[in-house]
């Protein structure tokens, strides 16, 4: 069920006030099993083998998603997956996270809720057993999310992008192209003739059901697979969050190889972001772990950051918000 | 120097896009010495008791700074240490920051510029060693900083807002009420004859000089002496970001016992906010430590969480945003 327009009804935050919003927000993120949980200075979070990593992301209403398109159970899936997938992506398993909330004043008390709801379920589906430690609620004219994750590494080194070597295989885990299209769709087909999103338009066009469009608005990162990566050898690693070709070309260049692609992608998978799958390489003559598979290999380094048949391909992204002109639909 | 002219100026964020306008921002934060630093998916954090400390605080331009009132820089240090001060009120050292920013596109670069050096500047000067070990740059309508910061316990148990006992001594380290004096000072007379924020008002009226409006811009908490009172054996501790009576409330309830106040405090010393200073409870008969001073006992629980002399003292803060009306000055 679709809880946008539940969602949109009720009581506003400034009615209810700082302390009673976050009382009805917080039962229903995931608690995890912190040392110390919210309601101190600080959290305290285990850090088993002595460090912990560290990734921060912001999504902000307009540039980074749109009410018209998604529903704020979209938004706070969204916002844990990339997160947790950054953390999978140095082949850590996710420990933990914090989110500090900004909503305007007028925001209903209901869009947080589902807004917990949709971490709550990420969480559940992509990284059970990790929890919300922490928090902040905030009033802005802007509705803006933060989440910093936290993973532990179980003693292994971290999956760096700088670590393929020469001969190594590419590989790559999760869907490629599926955010991309939905979001193609969206902007195509989601708007009113003004060209501005709209909900009616998302939903009369039959977008609102596409799978695609499903992925755009819930990324699925196969976040089991980070930490399978670094058990089962992986060489180097990173998100795949702005398509395959720029993030590609930014592990080429930061083990400065070229990377060879044998798999036949089309233009959508190379370039369309927002699927963050994982890409990796790993030693040559090694069974591929978990959901990976091959797509290429590792050659030294040459003109290119990255070809296919010999030909090089352009590293460069898919960003169709480039030119967001602060409509705020 | 206030570096506020200088920074509204130049090209804008928009110009030079992310990656040119993260270079010239990267090199001015505090390094710090990470296991891993910025440039891969996550950082590295050392944790060598296998436990750390997280905090996270949102800062919105409206309802927490103006422009008119504070300069970049100033918003820089802020940020870093109020959120420092949380990890120092669980008797922690500061082991990390984390940074996302949101800006309009029409920023000039030189404020985020100047952002990063109040940063710099606040670390250097609250808690040298530390670093920003990653962080996120975006484009929101409205500017926004949420900073994480993180903590090493050194093998102690974190001060909890819970442990003050019956017989404890009550101390206070920091300020108080200089921060409030401050705010209130420019809410009188750094405004134009509208009641809006105005720099030239600040300016004119002298609040630009004062003290006072300058511990409101740039919070001094003596981050130090949150791990001094975790070492000299404080039971309970927390961050005077409210007002000594209302955070006082806080750490009698958690507890479940009354504070006493002995001290003569004044009303804004009492209910006055941003101070950043830290209260904490010490066993009777040991030597306070740092900069700790008594200014009151624990008692057994009553009917009220805080008094003097008897009489209850209101446990509410000093919130003159509550009628904030979305101005943007």
New interface residues.
Partial sequence: MDATDEAWAGPRVGDLGELAVLDRIVRRLPAGSP??GP??????????????????????H???FRWAWSSPEDVGWKAAATNLS??A??G?VPS?L?????APQDTPVAVLESFADGVRLAVDALAPGCGV????L?????F?V?V?A??D?EGRS?V??SGARVGDVLAVSGELGAAARGLSRLFREGVDPDGEPSRAATIASGADLDPDVARQRRPRPPIADGPVAGRGGATA???LSDGLAIDAGRLAR?SRVTLSLEADLDEVALHGGEDHGLLATFPAGIPLPGGFRRIGVVRERGASDLVRGGVPVATTGWDPYAD?D?A?G
Same sequence: chains 1, 2.
């Fill in positions: 040392v110390v309601g101190d200075d600080c959290a305290v979070v285990a850090a088993p083998d002595g460090r912990f990593v560290v990734t921060t992301d912001m999504m902000v307009g540039p980074d950054d953390v992506a140095m850590a933990g914090v989110i500090a909330l900004a430690v922490g928090g902040d905030s009033t802005s004219a802007t803006t933060s910093t936290f993973g590494l971290p760096l992008r690693m990173l998100d930061a967001w602060g705020a």
